[in-house]
């Protein structure tokens, strides 16, 4: 088999259909034992409690080539437990953890000649979810319930790469106190639509959410932690209970602290200190760490001295230092990196 004939580097954030998916069906108190299947369509009633009350919850993270041709994918334990809480906050039954990571190799396997070459700039990116199968109509959990996995070879998130972005602080909320925001529920991002959509129209590339309580901490955007530079390179990031616990952050984190000896914080963050800090970035799956140049809040713009049109030097040694334990240039901490090939 070769690889497929994809222009690796010109390619976007967006779907394209690949071979093979994987699907279990959970039916009285069980999930069957799965398949692959060549199948992309799904086929549910139509009082389906995903389609009625949103009963969905999703994951997302990436598989790579190495610079020594290896295919591996990041630390997908952590997205396994995520889904486990997500499903519990929902209602759902949890899908275990190494059936989770089983159903992530044999994906990836199953569809080798999409992954990316080394180099390229893309990855594979995979996309587990689990809905509510079959119908209610009362407000209540369904019964029966769908796990799917699919992947999709995707480009750089933000049109530009690397190049630093535009936020806005939006005016509407993505979380409530006690709410959903710290699970990946499908909800959570059906409600961003409108400020997302709004956004764009208004020139930006995404939205800067603040505590919906208060109005005056940093939260996140709609895909992405938060990740800041201090004047003396301290990194900051928000600590709140209805911000998703980004795989990708805690990365970072480590990365900062044990290889780049970086001192690092997490912390309630003030919006009103936002302006003290010199570096921004945006850290998720999709996002990489997507660095922010400039955050408009209202009109009033607050320009990041030390990456406002380039990407500043502390966010490139995090980016360069992550992609480069994802992709086999430097030694990742044990148990980081799924060998899949
Ligand atoms: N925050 C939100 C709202 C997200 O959707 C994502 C994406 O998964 C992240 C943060 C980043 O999380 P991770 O690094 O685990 O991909
Ligand atoms: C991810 O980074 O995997 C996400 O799910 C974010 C989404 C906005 C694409």
């Known amino acids: ?16 259909k690949t071979d093979k998916r994987y699907v279990s069906n959970y039916k009285d108190g069980a999930w069957d034992e799965g398949i692959l299947t060549g199948d992309d369509t799904v086929v549910i009633s139509e009082c389906a409690a995903v389609l009625q009350y949103a009963q969905t919850i999703f994951e997302g993270l990436k598989a790579y080539t190495t610079v020594d041709g290896r295919v591996v994918c990041f630390r997908p334990d952590l997205n396994a437990e995520r889904m486990e809480d997500s499903a519990k906050r929902l ?83 993505r979380a409530a106190p006690n709410g959903t925001g710290h699970i990946k529920a499908g909800l959570n991002y059906a409600m961003s639509l409108h400020a997302i959509v709004d956004a764009h129209n208004q020139g930006f590339d995404e939205n800067m959410y603040l505590d919906a309580a208060t109005r005056t901490k940093v939260e996140e955007t709609g895909g992405a932690n938060f990740l800041f530079v201090t004047r003396d390179n301290k990194i900051v990031t928000p600590k709140s209970d209805s911000i998703l616990p980004s795989i990708t952050r805690r990365s970072l984190m480590s990365v900062a602290k044990d290889y780049l000896g970086l001192e690092v914080e997490q912390r309630e963050v003030l919006f009103e200190e936002v302006p003290e800090f010199v570096e921004c970035g945006l850290c998720g799956t999709a996002a990489v760490i997507s660095p922010v140049g400039c955050i408009s809040d209202h009109g009033k713009e607050i320009k990041f001295e030390n990456g406002c049109t380039e990407m500043g030097p502390i966010i490139k040694k995090l980016r360069d230092t992550l992609t480069g334990i994802q992709m086999g240039q430097i030694g990742a901490p044990e148990g980081w990196i799924k060998e899949i090939k």
């Open 1 to 16: 088999m070769a690889k497929k004939d994809i222009d690796w580097s010109n390619i976007g954030f967006g779907y394209m």
């Open 91 to 173: 209602e759902m039954p949890t899908f275990p953890k190494e059936r989770f990571v089983d159903a992530v190799v044999k994906t990836v396997q199953a569809n080798i000649d999409y992954v990316p070459p080394y180099g390229s700039g893309a990855t594979l990116y995979l996309r587990p979810y689990m809905f509510g199968s079959d119908a209610v109509i009362g407000v209540k959990p369904a019964t029966e319930y769908q796990f799917r996995l699919f992947c999709t070879p995707v480009g750089p998130y933000f049109k530009g790469g690397v190049k630093p972005i535009t936020i806005r602080v939006s005016d509407f909320d």
